[in-house]
Structures are given as C-alpha cells and as structure tokens.
C-alpha cells in the first residue's frame, strides 16, 4: 500500500502562487508515476499533472499548462506543484496520486492507483 500525504494549501489571491507537496511513503515501485488531480465544488475531478520516475516524461493537463510546474525528488519520496498565475477558477481539493508505471495521456480521462486526502486550495477574486 502507498500512503500519500499531501501539504501545502491555502488562500491565496488571485495572480499568486503556491506550491504543493506531497511525500509518498509504504511501498512503492521501481517506476512509480506521481501525479496531482482536482475537484473542485459540484465538478468532476480533472487531471492536473503527471510525472515518471525517469523525470523526462511530464504531461500536464491543458487548463495548467504554462501556469503549473510539477516535480518530483526521488532521494525523497516527494512530489511537488508549483502553481503560478493562480485564477480563482483553480479553487479545489487537490489530490496526490500514485501510480505503479507511468501512463502518459491516459491520466487526462483516466486516473492513478492510490490517492491522498487532499488539500484545499482556495484562490480568491
């Protein structure tokens, strides 16, 4: 089992940054893939970013792209989003995830095996 847990939200304002961590711990796979969804209220959960083990292969989904940088430090067991531009529509419960191999596009409708909490991420007008 994969534990996922997830630090770093808040309220910002709108045109800020934030950044998001998320440490992964128990047990984990030689090409483990993370990655981070969200949900914002009343809508369904939509694809943010992910990243391979390998580093060199990061997809992101189209409503971030060029606002949001996803890493990750294996040494370390953690993943990172770094948020920039904020809009208040990026308001949401954001998810870590946790995948056993890197999947490519098939996270934009598709999703990862093991999950965290959430964090909440409130951008304000």
């Known amino acids: 089992q994969v534990q996922l847990v997830e630090s770093g939200g808040g309220l910002v304002q709108a045109g800020g940054s934030l950044r998001l961590s998320c440490a992964a711990s128990?047990?984990?796979?030689?090409?483990?893939?993370l990655g981070w969804y969200r949900q914002a209220p009343g809508k369904e959960r939509e694809f943010v970013a992910a990243?391979?083990?390998?580093?060199?292969?990061?997809i992101y989904g189209d409503s971030v792209k060029g606002r949001f940088t996803i890493s990750r430090d294996n040494a370390n067991n953690t993943v990172y989003l770094q948020m920039n531009s904020l809009k208040p529509e990026d308001t949401a419960v954001y998810y870590c995830?946790?995948?056993?191999?890197?999947?490519?596009?098939?996270?934009?409708?598709?999703?990862?095996?093991?999950w965290g909490k959430g964090t909440l991420v409130t951008v304000s007008s």
């Open positions: 995830a946790a995948d056993r191999y890197y999947a490519g596009s098939y996270y934009l409708s598709g999703g990862m095996d093991y």
């Open positions: 990243i391979s083990w390998s580093l060199d292969e990061i």
């Open positions: 128990g047990r984990t796979f030689t090409r483990q893939a």
